[in-house]
C-alpha cells in the first residue's frame, strides 16, 4: 500500500492520475449520450479521421491536437455532408472518412523527415506523459461539458430520446445537434492521449454498458459511466505501473474485465 | 366558431416528391376526424405538416388565433414502432417530456406534481420509475398518450394508436379518448375500420388526394369513389371478398 501512495510523490504519476480523472468525466458523460443514441460508429469515425490531422501537424511542424481538432470537425461535417447532400449511405461515408483520415495521417508521417517517436502514444496513447497544457485543455473541456449538461439536460434528454416530436415542441433540434457533435469532437481529441486513437471508443461505451446494468436512468447513466470510467483507468493505470505494460491497453482490459465480472455476477445473484 | 386548423390546397411531401396534392381541410373544436387509406397513400405525411415537421410546397395551414405561435397547443402520439424501446429513460422522464413547450413557467414541483396527476388517472402511476424497455404494448401506449395530453392540448392527433395493444387497452383507450372529445378536437390515423366507424364522427380519406367525409358511416361504394383502396374489414374477421370466393 505504501508504494501506492508514494507514486503520487512523482510528478508524472500526480499528472496521469488527473488525467484519468478528467478523462473519465468528459467519456463518461459523453460516451452516455453516444451509446443512449446509436452513434457510436459515427463517433469511432471521427476519432479515426483525426489521425490525418495530427500526421499533418508533424508533417508542417504545429501542435498535433491542434490537428487533430481540425480534422475531427472536418470530418463530422463531411460525413454529414456526404450522408445528406450526396445521398450515401450512413455507415458507408462514416467508413470513406475514417478510412481517408487514417491514411492521410500515415502518408503525412512517411512524408515528415526524421524519426516521429510521439506517433505510438497518439495511436495507443500513453497518459503518463500527459503535460500540464494538455491537463488545463482537458480542465476546460470538462467545465464545458458539464454546465452543458447542467444547463440543458432536459433538452438534450428529450431531443436524444425523441427528435420529432421534440421538433413538435419548438425545440432547436438541428442547433443542439451540432452543438453536441462539436463537443463529442472535442471530447475524443482531448481525450487521444490517454487511450489513444484506436482505444478511445472503449472509453466511450464500456463503462456506459456497465453502467446500464444498474440503471435505466438517462441522468444516473451519466453519472455512473463516468464512476466506472475513472475505477477502470485508475485500476488500469496501477496496472499498467506495476506490470510495466501501456497504460492505454491496460486500462481498456481492466474496463472490459469489470463489465465481464459484474455482468456475470447479474447473472447469478 | 372558426376552424381551429384550415388547410388550404397543400401539397406537402419529402425531399421534392409531393406525396399528398391539393388538399382541404378544415378541423373544428370537438372533431373527431379518423383518417384512413392505404399505405404510403400520405396518412402520416399530412400529420406532419399539421404538427410543422414538413413544410408545404404550395398552399398553406392556418390555425386559429388562439393555438397561434411556435408553442402551438398540439398533443401528438407517434407511431410507437419508431420509438428506440432500448433508450435509458424512464416513465415519469417521457411524460415529463410532454410539457417541454412549456419549460420555465412551471416550477419543479408542480411538474411533478402535474406528471404525478396524470400517470395516477391513467392507472399507470406504480411503474412511473420502469425503463420504458420493460413495458408491455399497453403500458407503452399509455405513456406516450399521457406524454401527448400532459400540455392540456385542445387538439391531439393520434398516429396508429392501436398497434402492439391488446383488446382490452384499445378498447379503454377509446372509451378515454371520447371522454376526452367533449373537450379537445382529436385527429386519429387508423388501419382499423371497426375503431373508425364506431368512434370518429367524420373521415378523411387519403391516397394522394383528401376525401372528406362527413359521417361516420362508410361504405365500400364511398371508398372505390373516393379512390381509396381498403376493404371495411375488422381485423381477425374473415374478409367478404373471401367469403365471396369461397362460395362460389
Redesign the interface.
Known sequence: MSTVIELFKYDFFLKAFVAAVFASISCGIIGGYIV?R?IVFISGGITHASFGGIGLAFFLGFNPILGAVIFAIFSALGIQFFTKVAEIREDSSIAIWWSLGMALGIIFVFLTPGYTPNLMSYLFGNILTVSVLELWFMFALNVVIISFFAIFF??I??I???E????????PVGFFNYLIMSIIALTVVLNIRVVGIILILSLLTVPQATA?LF????RK?LILSSVFAFAGAISGLFISYFLDIPSGAAIIFTLVLMFGILRLMKVFI | MDALIKIVNLTVGYDKTPVLKGVNLEIFDNDFLGVIGPNGGGKTTLLKAILGLLKPFEGKIEFRNDIQGKKKPIGYLPQVRHIDRKFPITVFDVVKSGLMMLNGSKSSVSVKQRVNDLLNEMGIFEIKDKAIGELSGGQMQRVYLCRALISNPKILILDEPDTFVDNRFEGELYEKLRILNQDIAIILVSHDMGTIVKYVKTIACVNEKLHYHSSNQITQKDLDEYNCPIQIIKYGEVPHIFLKHHHK
Open positions: 443512449s446509436r432536459n433538452e434528454l428529450y436524444a430520446f425523441d420529432e416530436f421534440a421538433k413538435t415542441a419548438g425545440l446500464n440503471t435505466n436512468n438517462f447513466l
